[in-house]
């Protein structure tokens, strides 16, 4: 059977228009990740060490900063946890973050609720500078100084 090229071509085209419109997307809320997040930053400034942190937010209020020199983080509602925080739809022990060198991986640990990483639904990932992690009714934002030194 004969095929008409410009049928693919078309097919193609919308495509493109598609992935474009899609990236467009990606990048506006990644743009209004980095308001978001340098607005917070200039609310409570990066303590001056070297290292990655995590700022802890809480109905748009920074609240601190956690230095993460420890290979695991735990971050949950258990008093024991590195990160304690005090919300009832967050498990005693709701996540983890580890390091390996100077990549960082946070791990739901199987809670109730999970946790989401920009916005999207997540069982686990390698962190970048700017992400926003939600447990419950706070958010966990990864912060790497820019004099990272490991």
């Known amino acids: 059977m004969f095929e008409n090229k410009y049928d693919t071509s078309a097919k193609l085209h919308t495509t493109l228009i598609s992935n474009k419109e899609i990236n467009e997307t ?16 200039k609310q409570l400034p990066l303590p001056s060490e070297n290292g990655a942190y995590i700022l802890l937010v809480k109905e748009g209020n920074p609240l ?22 005090d919300d ?20 739901d640990n199987e809670s109730k ?28 934002i990864f912060v790497l100084n820019k004099n990272l030194t490991m």
């Not at 989401?116 to 990932?125: D, H, L, P, Y």
Request: overall charge positive; aromatic content about 6%; some cysteine.
């Open 26 to 41: 990606h990048l506006a809320k990644i743009k209004n990740r980095v308001i978001y997040v340098n607005t917070l930053m």
């Open 64 to 85: 601190s900063y956690f230095s993460l020199v420890k290979d695991s983080i735990s971050i949950g509602r258990s008093q024991d946890s590195y990160i304690p925080v």
């Open 88 to 107: 009832g739809n967050v498990s005693r022990l709701h996540c983890v973050i580890e390091r390996n060198n100077s990549i960082f991986t946070i791990s």
């Open 113 to 140: 609720n999970g946790m989401t990483v920009n916005g999207e639904k997540m069982q686990s990932r390698i962190l970048c500078d700017g992400d926003i992690m939600r447990i419950g009714s706070y958010e966990l």
